[in-house]
């Protein structure tokens, strides 16, 4: 993928180029780059490789970015240069999200930082080319092994640029414009600096979200419209395919900044760290010990850190080591990340609406919209009467403009979405405001749920009628799950230990066992009584046919009065859902 062409200018500008920033400004580029990052979001995120595309970049910049721009909103005008600039780099020092969120949280603060001593006369060519160049110094330092090709490529050469416009009649505009002509080609060079970037056909993620701040202030400067998102292709991941090692000599950067052992490394871990800045060094060395992919930004005594392990006690414990207290902490799988990215990439489709079964005759009165996460479960959920998909799961929560999108392509004018999962059902709410068509959620909590309230669904029924009878519907049906726990934990059930099968219900952890069938026998024992008449089970990756032979050959036996349903979902890191009537 080639990098975003520079926004043309407007045939006849309103008026001159800005010969100087004000706060006002600032609070405009902020805007403008919060604006740019939401409607590339999508691009940003299918040009992430780590270790195969995780899909979070983007999202996490634009995330970013609103932090920014809601700690601007509690510093209103007349608030000067130097209150805004400390709401820009408060906020995202403290809104941060994943690697590429923090090491966009070190550029903005290091612009800032220069860009607020401006006196009464505004920020001009000389202070906003120190600015950046500030800022690229600084997002590399925050970085404890930074490697060419990343969005730190990408804003050394910003840096380079801007410096340039300064030696001779300097204007702001002519500095933003060298700036940015300098990181596109950065950033179309980056797939020769990442072997990686070059199999996957890919230009850097964070990289391509940086030059978009660059538009922001030619937005800002000059009336320059941002450019549009492009629509950009996924990587090519069968060229991946052998080329993620684990030693490291060809494996990805990490999401935006360090070379890494990047199959090796299973969780991210992200906190806020009070602790005196003196001790910060101390604190990286030892992280260095346990980890990669690590940024530390912040200062003043409050820092933002972010790390991938396989220790997550460790990577908390060495704050306290430090004498530090950590805050906001945050774990997350990248295992899981990536397996449910592959599936929304290689079986519905791209991130968002999926594929419609409605046929050319006239709508329902009331249509369905339902989050799915597996192959065979879409096609279940299609054969119940559901119209739109929208991929999604536990870690891949689908945004609400996904959910809005596909309620917009229903062709009747009243929707039921079913959302499949707790962590998306706040998600879900919100889309009544945001659609002209009458919108009702159907609070289901896991995908057997949703199929329990398909069996009410009536597509003759207003929404309102639906709603109340899929409810019913689901409320009927008891859900169950089996997965591998991915670390130690303590249970009302009993200790769990990283790769102990665990089956889970509404009530959480009900067994454990270090095999797959023992722990679904178990988990069903538990939860069957003398009202239960059905089993459904739904087999996904990783399932075997004689571990599910021996799994029905057991409730035959111990439940005869209890019958046997056998689907195919394909979801992945739970091989078997299973729901009980």
């Not at 709401?87 to 923090?102: D, Y």
């Not at 220069?114 to 925050?142: N, Q």
């Not at 998306?424 to 159907?442: F, H, N, T, Y």
């Not at 679904?520 to 459904?536: A, C, F, I, W």
Request: hydrophobic share 45%; glycine share 12%.
């Amino acid at each position: 993928m080639t990098p975003p062409a520079p926004p043309a200018p407007p045939a006849a500008a309103a008026s001159p180029a800005a010969q100087a920033l004000h706060a006002d400004d600032l609070r405009a580029v902020m805007g403008g780059y919060r604006d740019a990052l939401r409607a590339h979001q999508a691009d940003i995120n299918r040009l992430n490789v780590y270790p195969v595309p995780d899909g979070d970049t983007g999202t996490n910049m634009a995330l970013t970015l609103e932090a920014v721009v809601a700690e601007l909103e509690t510093t209103p005008p007349p608030a000067g240069l130097p209150e805004v600039c400390k709401a820009i780099g408060h906020g995202s020092l403290m809104g941060a999200r994943g690697n590429s969120g923090v090491i966009l949280s070190q550029l903005l603060r290091g612009m800032t930082e220069r860009m607020g001593t401006a006196g009464d006369d505004g920020i001009g060519p000389d202070i906003l080319a120190d600015a950046i160049t500030h800022a690229a110094e600084l997002a590399r330092k925050a970085v404890v092994r930074p490697v060419e090709g990343t969005i730190l490529t990408v804003a050394s050469a910003a840096a380079e640029g801007a410096a340039r416009a300064t030696t001779d009649a300097p204007s702001l505009l002519a500095v933003v414009e060298s700036a940015r002509t300098e990181a596109a080609d950065a950033l179309a060079r980056t797939p020769e600096q990442l072997p990686v970037l070059a199999r996957a056909g890919v230009v850097d993620a964070g990289g391509a979200g940086f030059v978009l701040l660059l538009d922001a202030f030619l937005l800002v400067l000059d009336g320059r419209p941002l450019p549009e998102p492009s629509g950009v292709a996924a990587p090519d991941l069968s060229a991946l395919n052998g080329h993620l090692g684990a030693d490291g000599s060809e494996g990805a950067a990490g999401e935006h900044g360090e070379g890494t052992d990047v199959s090796d490394l299973r969780y991210e871990v992200m906190y806020m760290l009070a602790a005196p800045d003196d001790s910060i060094e101390g604190f990286k060395d030892v992280w260095a010990g346990i980890g990669d992919s690590i940024v530390v930004v912040g200062g003043d005594g409050m820092w933002n850190c972010h790390i991938h392990t396989n220790d997550v006690g460790a990577a908390i414990e060495a704050a306290l080591i430090m004498e530090g207290r950590p805050s906001r902490i945050r774990v997350t799988d990248l295992e899981e990340q990536v397996e449910e990215e592959r599936w929304v990439r290689e079986g519905v489709g791209a991130p968002g609406a999926g594929p419609s079964t409605e046929g050319a005759g006239p709508p329902a009165t009331t249509g369905v919209v339902a989050v799915v996460s597996g192959d065979g479960i879409g096609r279940i959920f299609h054969s119940l009467g559901v119209h739109h998909l929208v991929v999604g799961g536990q870690t891949m929560n689908p945004a609400t403009a996904d959910l809005v999108k596909a309620v917009e392509a229903v062709g009747s004018d009243q929707v039921v979405i079913l959302p499949n999962n707790k962590n998306i059902r706040p998600v879900a709410e919100q889309v009544d405001g945001l659609s002209d068509k009458r919108v009702q959620v159907v609070a289901t909590g896991s995908i057997v749920e949703g199929f329990a309230a398909l069996l009410a669904y009536d597509p003759a029924a207003d929404v309102e009628t639906n709603a109340g009878a899929m409810t019913e519907s689901a409320a009927r049906v008891v859900p169950a799950e089996v997965t591998r726990a991915v670390r130690d934990s303590s249970t009302d059930v009993g200790e769990v230990h990283e790769g102990d099968w665990i089956g889970i219900s509404r009530d959480g952890v009900v067994s454990i066992a270090d095999n797959v069938v023992v722990c679904t026998r178990l988990l069903l024992s538990r939860l069957l009584d003398d009202s239960h008449e059905l089993v459904t089970l739904i087999e996904g990756e990783g399932a075997r046919v004689a571990d599910t032979r021996r799994i029905e050959e057991w409730l035959s036996e111990e439940y005869p009065d209890v019958a046997l349903e056998v689907h195919q979902g394909g979801q992945p890191l739970y091989p078997y859902l299973l729901g009980i009537e």
